[in-house]
């Protein structure tokens, strides 16, 4: 593994608390996000809350672990609202500006690198699954936006541990089904953000960190993107998901499909000519429970992680999803899937 090659994690339910990796949290508020949690409890009951599960999810200990495992970075999803305690979401970013900077000073002590994703910008919601966001696509908060990537770019730019940052995670894509349109956000209206992220980032960081942009779910509709000689270390993220297929899995060969077919996205991503990044993975399989047994599912989730592994040894990063979860849930918890696989594997 060179330097430039990262073996991470991701780092979700942090700073951006999610009904999935902390259920506790929302437990009988019927809330399913933030925005909503806040709503539901209001101020004086939400504050405690969400400040103690801040400072006690994600510690300096739980960096030392993850470095002690072979990991060598992490990626942390944003809101965009980070560093605002004075702006229009300060009742969300209370304290978060700060537990940044720790972060920050946390990778540094344990050698790992930083990357900083943008997971919700202004105007945007969560799809239904979670995964990915609908982007609101007004000028006054694609402005915004364009600002949150410069003020988080210039505060840690000169950070020894600030690999780069993502301006936007994945998002919803407008796709053409037929004679139908799937709504979403355009892959034009995509391209010239990213055009215009970069030239935000690079004012704000100087030439040094590298800029990452979301292939959207469409690993083979970059190429040539940024290709020109003003665009300097630019990368492209795919996240290689397959828990949602619709052909159920049901033995090893059923997995040896699933990981060709990640095989296949990252080959498309490549195309780009850019440096690929999985920035999303996971050990999920699409199974039923009433089909297979937990010790069978397991084994199977073990087969498909192998397969991956082998299969990313071509992507220049890639980041599990995610280092840990409250239940512990094994397709999903870095701390057991990854568990069986030898340090020097990472």
């Given amino acids: 593994m060179t330097v430039d090659t990262l073996r991470g994690v991701n780092l979700a339910g942090w700073l951006m608390p999610n009904p999935w990796v902390t259920p506790s949290l929302f437990r009988a508020t019927g809330a ?3 925005k909503s949690l806040l709503s539901v409890l209001g101020y004086e009951n939400y504050l405690p809350l969400i400040r103690k599960h801040r400072e006690e999810f994600i510690t300096e200990e739980d960096f030392r672990q993850i470095s002690a495992r072979g990991y060598n970075a992490v990626r942390i999803p944003l809101p965009w609202y980070v560093l605002g ?25 344990s050698g790992i690198q930083v990357v900083l994703c943008i997971s919700m910008l202004p105007g945007s919601r969560p799809s239904a699954d979670g995964l990915q966001i609908r982007i609101d696509s007004a000028r006054p908060n694609r402005q915004a ?13 000169t950070r020894g541990s600030f690999f780069g940052i993502e301006p936007l995670d994945s998002v919803v894509p407008q796709r053409r089904r037929g004679f139908s349109v799937q709504p979403g956000t355009s892959l034009a ?24 942009v979301s292939d959207a779910g469409m690993p083979s509709s970059w190429r040539g993107f940024m290709a020109q000689r003003r665009y300097e270390n630019v990368w492209l993220d795919t996240h290689l ?28 991503a490549t195309r780009s000519g850019l440096p690929v990044m999985v920035g999303e ?31 990313f040894e071509q992507a220049d990063a890639w980041f599990f999803q995610t280092w840990k979860t409250e239940q512990r849930l094994s397709p999903w918890d870095a701390r057991i899937a990854l568990s069986s696989f030898e340090k020097d594997i990472l």
């Fill in 281 to 311: 993975w996971s050990a999920a399989l699409p199974i039923s429970e009433s089909t297979m047994t937990p010790e069978g599912r397991i084994a199977l989730e073990r087969v498909y992680v192998a397969g991956q592994l082998a299969c």
């Fill in 85 to 109: 305690e004075d702006g229009p979401m300060h009742e969300l970013a209370e304290g978060m500006r700060e537990l940044l900077d720790n972060a920050f000073a946390w990778a540094e002590a």
């Fill in 189 to 212: 209206y995509l391209r010239n953000f990213y055009r215009d992220a970069y030239d935000a980032f690079r004012e704000a960081a100087g030439p040094g960190p590298t800029f990452i």
């Fill in 145 to 157: 936006s364009l600002s949150c990537v410069s003020q988080i770019s210039e505060r840690y730019a």
């Fill in 32 to 34: 399913a996000d933030e």
């Fill in 241 to 268: 998901y397959r828990h949602v297929q619709d052909s159920e899995t049901t033995g090893t060969a059923s997995v040896r499909k699933l990981v060709q077919e990640s095989a296949r996205a990252l080959r498309d």
